[in-house]
């Protein structure tokens, strides 16, 4: 008897632990979340915001974001629409910044839904995430050129010094 109850006080004791640990994790995940509330504040619709593109969704030399403005909150999630359209995802206060002036107005976002690697290609000076180039050994006069049949003009990055009429 005296092992059952010696084995029954160890029980209580670990799962006395084990609700006080609960109840301080429950602690800090509020103090952590009253902190991150804190520090950034509430947007407001039609606030204009900075949205940081994904190093994996542009080229180097575009933008690094892009501005939206806040088209609706619930529940602190935002819907963000852009200049191309609205973005589907749903983002919370720490994802954007909110700028100081106004670049975009509720009314000049259009109905569609675009994803944000959409609308950083769109936005992009090179057409997307990476370098569009050719390696062609010809002159580039024909439409097997990947630039001239996009109808760009090679670059130093194509083909290096070869000749090329497409320059």
Not at 18 to 33: G, H, P
Not at 55 to 69: H, M, Q
């Amino acid at each position: 008897m005296l092992i059952l109850d010696s084995l029954a006080l160890r029980i209580q004791s670990i799962q006395d632990k084990r609700d006080e640990s609960v109840k301080n994790l429950e602690i800090q995940a509020s103090k952590m979340k009253q902190a991150s509330e804190n520090r950034f504040s509430q947007g407001k619709v039609g606030e204009s915001v900075v949205i940081k593109i994904p190093d994996v969704d542009r080229a180097r030399s575009d933008f690094r974001n892009i501005i939206g403005v806040i088209l609706s909150v619930n529940n602190n999630m935002y819907e963000i629409g852009t200049s191309e359209g609205r973005l589907p995802n749903l983002y919370s206060r720490n994802q954007f910044t909110i700028c100081k002036e106004s670049f975009i107005e509720v009314n000049d976002v259009p109905q569609s839904n675009i994803t944000l690697r959409e609308v950083a290609r769109k936005l992009s000076n090179l057409g997307g995430q990476g370098y569009d180039r050719c390696s062609c050994l010809q002159k580039c006069k024909t439409k097997k050129c990947k630039c001239k049949a996009a109808g760009r003009l090679c670059t130093s990055k194509c083909h290096g010094s070869n000749p090329c009429c497409n320059k």
